[in-house]
């Protein structure tokens, strides 16, 4: 990792030149927005370019209201290059800081700081999906700079709840610890939507009855249709309660029992805006610590009018921003794939293995979970066909180099054993495993 303390971010030359189609989630108040850059303008690296919003003298002062889209988008890399003065900032707030990862790899990863309230008392205020009777078992992977864990415990705390901090769970030891967890009267249990997905398999697979969980809270990556199914078929009474965000920015939105799971409600001190389908978010909290504002998040969205009746319009995250790869010379959007193949029957999931990515040889390999009352081999070659057939171009590429592409039915997804999260592209070859 690169560290440019006096590096100035810029513009994100991927967000289309004005005019661009720009919607906010709510008016945000000047007050509140001068506050959050004169908070930003503390940040050595960063106070020549905000101090001109800020009245500094040394700088010169900006005539004029002062509106957000004055301001320039702040990305990922922006954060982490200023990291050594995040840390120096945060050692002069008056309450502390975690440091958690947020991507990257494990020799290089994304920083960001938290300050270890977490926002837990604000976020309760809107949200409360533990009552003091639950018993919740987190099954979010603690250490290794991992947030959620920590989050859960301190949601369960402030909540009144009796907390089982369980962490992640081998294939071999789920029937022992899920039966500890039913002699303490686990309620509800925490994790992400792949952990969820692979618990619930285990026991539909060996025909153990689904844990009597009445509450399941989520975090890390979208709920998609396998867990979904999984959850309507085995726990069909249980309440869904999700949370989105990022390290960076911490809770964004959150959803319950009368949401979908892709539609988030926004807290009051987040701001959401909407570039041409960009999501940018504001932090106005006092207490936080990395610079967000005018943050791109990295996904895509919209406001919609949510069906649980709140009048608010909510956030939908429509997936990721840009997540465009290169193969055999043409550029491919890896969700296209995914969503091709999960139309083919028998097929519960999909993960993209490259091999030798941006070389000659690469070669991509579609692995798909598929049903067991389906026989794989037809399976893959009904995915292979139908992939081939409707994503744009690749079959034509694919032509010249047949042994470039392939389809595979495994037992099981690849995921990120830090995380629990199940990555769209993961490159086996690598010793690291994509975040």
Same mark, same amino acid.
């Given at each position: 990792m690169t560290h440019a303390p006096h590096a100035a971010p810029v513009p994100d030359a991927a967000l289309p030149a004005r005019p661009a189609e720009r919607v906010e989630l709510r008016d945000l108040p000047t007050a509140s927005l001068r506050r959050a850059v004169s908070r930003v303008a503390e940040i050595p690296a960063l106070r020549s370019v905000y101090a001109e919003f800020t009245g500094s003298a040394e700088f010169g002062t900006r005539s004029g209201e002062l509106a957000l889209t004055d301001l320039p988008v702040l990305t990922k890399p922006d954060i982490a290059e200023i990291l050594d003065d995040l840390v120096a900032v945060a050692r002069q707030r008056p309450h502390g800081a975690y440091v958690y990862g947020s991507g990257g790899t494990t020799s290089?990863?994304?920083?960001?700081?938290?300050?270890?309230?977490?926002?837990?008392?604000?976020? *309760?205020?809107?949200?409360?999906?533990?009552?003091?009777?639950?018993?919740?078992?987190?099954?979010?992977?603690?250490?290794?700079?991992?947030?959620?864990?920590?989050?859960f415990n301190?949601?369960?705390?402030?909540?009144?709840?009796?907390?089982?901090?369980?962490?992640?769970?081998e294939n071999h030891e789920l029937t022992e610890w899920l039966d500890f967890t039913e002699r303490l009267g686990a309620t509800a249990f925490d994790s992400t939507p792949s952990q969820i997905a692979h618990i619930l398999e285990f026991c539909e697979s060996t025909g153990r009855p689904a844990p009597a969980f009445r509450k399941l809270l989520w975090t890390g990556e979208g709920f998609g249709?396998?867990?979904?199914?999984?959850? !309507? $078929?085995?726990? &069909?009474?249980?309440?869904?309660?999700?949370?989105?965000?990022? /390290?960076?920015?911490?809770?964004?939105?959150?959803?319950?029992?009368?949401?979908?799971?892709?539609?988030?409600?926004?807290?009051?001190?987040?701001?959401? +805006?909407?570039?041409?389908?960009?999501?940018l978010v504001t932090n106005t909290h006092p207490d936080c610590v990395n610079p967000i504002l005018r943050y791109r998040v990295g996904d895509r969205g919209r406001l919609v009018a949510c069906p649980c009746g709140r009048a608010e319009p909510a956030l939908q995250v429509l997936g990721r921003d840009d997540p465009q790869l290169k193969f055999v010379s043409i550029l491919l959007m #890896?969700?296209?794939? /995914?969503?091709?193949? $999960?139309?083919?029957?028998?097929? $519960?999931?999909?993960?993209?293995?490259?091999?030798?990515?941006?070389? &000659?040889? +690469?070669?991509?390999?579609?692995?798909? *979970?598929?049903? #067991?009352?389906?026989?794989?081999?037809?399976? +893959? +070659? $009904?995915? !292979?066909?139908?992939?081939?057939?409707?994503?744009?171009? *690749?079959?034509?590429?694919?032509?010249?180099?047949?042994?470039s592409f392939a389809v595979r039915a495994v037992d099981r997804l690849a995921v990120n054993p830090r995380t629990q999260k199940t990555p769209l592209v993961v490159h086996p070859e690598r010793r690291e495993s994509t975040p």
């Open positions: 290089a990863p994304k920083l960001s700081l938290v300050p270890t309230g977490m926002f837990v008392e604000d976020i *309760l205020e809107h949200w409360s999906p533990l009552a003091p009777d639950d018993v919740l078992v987190n099954f979010n992977t603690p250490g290794r700079l991992w947030s959620s864990h920590n989050f301190m949601l369960a705390h402030r909540s009144g709840a009796v907390t089982i901090p369980l962490g992640s769970v249709a396998r867990a979904r199914d999984l959850t !309507r $078929r085995l726990l &069909p009474d249980t309440e869904l309660y999700g949370v989105y965000g990022s /390290t960076e920015t911490w809770v964004i939105g959150l959803n319950g029992p009368g949401c979908p799971v892709d539609t988030f409600h926004v807290l009051p001190y987040q701001h959401v +805006e909407i570039v041409d389908g960009v999501v #890896p969700a296209d794939i /995914t969503d091709v193949a $999960r139309t083919v029957d028998g097929v $519960r999931d999909v993960q993209i293995a490259l091999f030798d990515h941006g070389r &000659p040889e +690469e070669r991509m390999e579609v692995r798909v *979970l598929v049903d #067991p009352a389906f026989a794989a081999d037809a399976v +893959e +070659e $009904r995915a !292979r066909q139908r992939i081939l057939t409707r994503v744009y171009r *690749l079959g034509w590429a694919v032509a010249s180099a047949p042994g």
